[in-house]
């Protein structure tokens, strides 16, 4: 059964601090894998896409990697505002493929940056 | 405005009673998804559709039904309410990148409570 682990569950920092989150996958065949910002009581908004072929995708503060080898992602918040005061959760498709595409979430770091 | 709505945003609602939970987008995507999503808990896809009259039930097994009669529409309904049917449905629609997998976007969920 392929799965998707993020640990830890909930973070909290101060403001300003660089934070490093974690996703880890089962099964190295993997197409791509995503990262996703859940505000509470709102849906799910994609922050970035990381294809099997790269190693590391960035947009503005967030930096995405992905090691196939060693089943992680991690994502790389420089500089934590407030604002960042969110559930990130980590997806990828089943298989090596993305035909269908379906997700496999993974359960999601609440964090919490205090000002 | 390109977007995907879900109506009600929340529902409590009695044992017994049959509810339809409205999803429509604007994007004219033809995948659609309905995940449930429990407190601290993962997202779990329950129904999937690739285009109009094409749905398959998903990973968790869900008493719930769907139909795609509308690309922009699909709904999910339960025909008899159950307590443990209390959770939030979150809807999803994607398109592909070529060469990169799916861009998704999700709405902002249905956070059903049966009593």
């Known amino acids: 059964k392929q799965e998707v682990t993020q640990i830890p569950a909930a973070l909290s920092v101060p403001e300003g601090e660089n934070l490093v989150l974690n996703c880890s996958f089962t099964?190295?065949?993997?197409?791509?894998l995503q990262w996703f910002r859940q505000d509470p009581g709102k849906g799910l908004t994609s922050l970035l896409l990381?294809?099997?072929?790269?190693r590391e995708q960035t947009s503005g503060r967030l930096n995405a990697s992905l090691d196939k080898s060693s089943g992680r992602s991690t994502l790389y918040i420089a500089a934590s505002q407030p604002g960042d005061s969110a559930t990130y959760l980590c997806a990828r498709p089943p298989g090596g493929s993305s035909n269908t595409g379906k997700l496999i979430f993974g359960q999601g770091t609440t964090l919490q940056v205090k000002p | 405005e390109a977007d995907i709505y879900q109506t009600p945003r929340y529902l409590v609602i009695g044992t017994g009673k049959k509810i339809t939970l409205e999803c429509s987008q604007t994007m004219g995507h033809d995948k659609m998804y309905w995940y449930q999503q429990d407190p601290g808990m993962e997202l779990h896809l329950i129904h999937y559709?690739?285009?109009?009259?094409?749905?398959e039930k998903g990973d968790l097994s869900s008493e719930s039904t769907v139909s795609r009669i509308r690309t922009e529409h699909f709904p999910l309904t339960l025909e008899s309410a159950r307590p443990s049917h209390t959770s939030q449905y979150l809807c999803a629609s994607s398109e592909e990148v070529f060469g990169a997998g799916y861009g998704y976007t999700f709405g902002s969920g249905t956070r059903l409570t049966v009593v």
């Open positions: 099964d190295s065949a993997i197409y791509n």
């Open positions: 990381i294809q099997s072929s790269q």
């Open positions: 559709s690739y285009g109009v009259n094409s749905t």
